[in-house]
């Protein structure tokens, strides 16, 4: 099985701030990778596809980068509706993981 | 707009057997390009994917848990389903039905029912 490992676990940051959260995984898994926004007590929401691919509606300050083993998700200047949990996921050989989550608060 | 809706009882006694239903609204389940999933999330704890089906009822399972869980889909009622058996207060979570995007070189869970609770209690 392949293992994520995401870091920060938690981040403390402040509206107009940058942020970078980490996606690592054991095993190269190319561009299959996907980022997801987490609001308390709501279905996660898909954000970002293909490791770079926004979807359709969220805002361009996110972004995706990374092929292979290493993957970050950027916000680019936080606005206060972006302090939630966020979750990468992989896809490999017919099976889907979640990385533990990182839970964005504000400083 | 597509939305799906999960079903089911909220209460399940250990060692019984969970059924739960997404009816998807707004599109048709047969779909290409599409599957469709469950995935879970316990309390306070993060999100695992349980099963993907095809509406040709071509289907993936996690297999961690892939010997107690069985998913169908009913084209008529534009409806797929959970069956999960032998449940322990582990398996207590919100359940969430979600399409499961599968085109060429792009796989994610892009759109998601709103969840329902389950708790696996006696």
């Known amino acids: 099985d392949i293992q994520m490992t995401q870091s920060p676990s938690t981040l403390s940051a402040s509206v107009g701030d940058r942020v970078t959260i980490t996606c690592r995984t054991s095993q190269t898994i190319s561009s299959w990778l996907a980022w997801y926004q987490q609001k308390p007590g709501k279905a996660p929401k898909l954000l970002i596809s293909k490791a770079s691919s926004l979807e359709s509606g969220v805002p361009s300050r996110f972004s995706g980068s990374g092929s292979g083993t290493d993957f970050t998700l950027t916000i680019s200047s936080l606005q206060p509706d972006d302090f939630a949990t966020y979750y990468c996921q992989q896809y490999n050989s017919y099976s889907y993981t979640f990385g533990q989550g990182t839970k964005l608060e504000i400083k | 707009q597509l939305q799906l809706q999960e079903s089911g009882p909220g209460l399940v006694k250990p060692s019984e057997t969970l059924f739960l239903t997404c009816t998807v609204f707004?599109?048709?389940?047969?779909?290409?390009?599409?599957?469709w999933a469950w995935i879970r999330q316990p309390p306070g704890k993060g999100l695992e994917w349980i099963g993907s089906?095809?509406?040709?009822?071509?289907?993936f399972n996690n297999p961690s848990l892939k010997s107690r869980v069985t998913i169908s889909v009913d084209t008529s009622k534009n409806q797929f389903s959970l069956k999960m058996r032998s449940l322990t207060a582990a398996d207590t979570a919100v359940y969430y039905c979600a399409r499961h995007r599968r085109q060429q070189l792009d796989d994610a869970f892009d759109v998601w029912g709103q969840g329902t609770m389950v708790t696996v209690t006696s």
């Open positions: 707004g599109g048709p389940i047969s779909s290409r390009g599409y599957y």
């Open positions: 089906i095809h509406y040709t009822a071509n289907t």
